[in-house]
């Protein structure tokens, strides 16, 4: 009963995923009306993040159906899709801080973020064997990835200014998993809580602030764009 529950909340994760994704940047690429193309940097992001999600949606259907020697297989992709994404990520945040479009004090929040959601999915890479907290890094992980979709979600909705509805909107996946956690077994566990604490703590906090708001946080912008940015 335990095992089909958790197939049935990590496919819901998934499609909740893809349809934020979609709602979040239907209008701007993947149902692109305006006439001026897009720069090649964003369609490569585009395409890249948008493989994580659907990755993710496919890992979810893979062990719903029992494939779990497909499920295993595929997560290979993963690390190799991941690796891709860490230059293709950097690169779009620092084309627009070097162009003017974005402070270094938003840059270093994107920043953050991407670097703190590339450590959760690596970490539940590494903990293959161990499902249950396998699971769970890789869902809070795509939440972290998937929260520029959020932002734009709330732009389509309206409600952009309303600060608190932007945050929920990218965490709820995570607040679901601790509601589940502790119905499913009567208690929550100190992973769950962790993880979802860290995700609300950098997206509403902005502990990048620390840095990134200060001399050195430019400088590290700069070092960073002379890497990422050709």
């Known amino acids: 009963m335990r095992l089909g529950a958790d197939r049935m909340f990590f496919s819901l994760a998934a499609l909740w995923f893809v349809a934020l994704t979609l709602v979040g940047f239907g209008r701007t690429f993947y149902f692109r009306a305006l006439p001026e193309p897009l720069p090649t940097h964003q369609v490569v992001h585009g395409i890249v993040y948008s493989a994580w999600v659907l990755l993710f949606l496919a890992q979810a259907i893979l062990i719903s159906a029992q494939r779990r020697r497909w499920h295993i297989a595929l997560g290979s992709a993963a690390v190799v899709l991941l690796m891709f994404m860490i230059p293709v990520g950097f690169h779009v945040v620092l084309v627009k801080v070097s162009s003017g479009m974005e402070t270094i004090d938003e840059a270093g929040f994107n920043l953050t973020g991407l670097m703190l959601g590339f450590a959760l999915a690596f970490a539940g890479l590494a ?7 396998h699971k769970r890094l890789m869902m809070v992980a795509t939440v972290v990835l998937t929260t520029a979709a959020a932002d ?8 952009d200014e309303v600060r608190l509805f932007r945050k929920l909107l990218a965490a709820a996946p995570a607040f679901a998993l601790v509601g589940y956690d502790a119905v499913s077994l009567r208690r929550i566990p100190v992973l769950s809580s962790a993880l979802v604490t860290v995700v609300w703590l950098n997206g509403w906090f902005v ?11 430019e400088a590290i912008i700069r070092v960073l764009t002379q890497v990422f940015v050709w």
């Open 127 to 133: 903990t293959r064997k161990r499902p249950f907290i």
């Open 152 to 159: 734009r979600a709330a732009i389509v909705f309206g409600l």
């Open 207 to 217: 502990p990048s602030d620390v840095v990134f708001m200060r001399p050195a946080g």
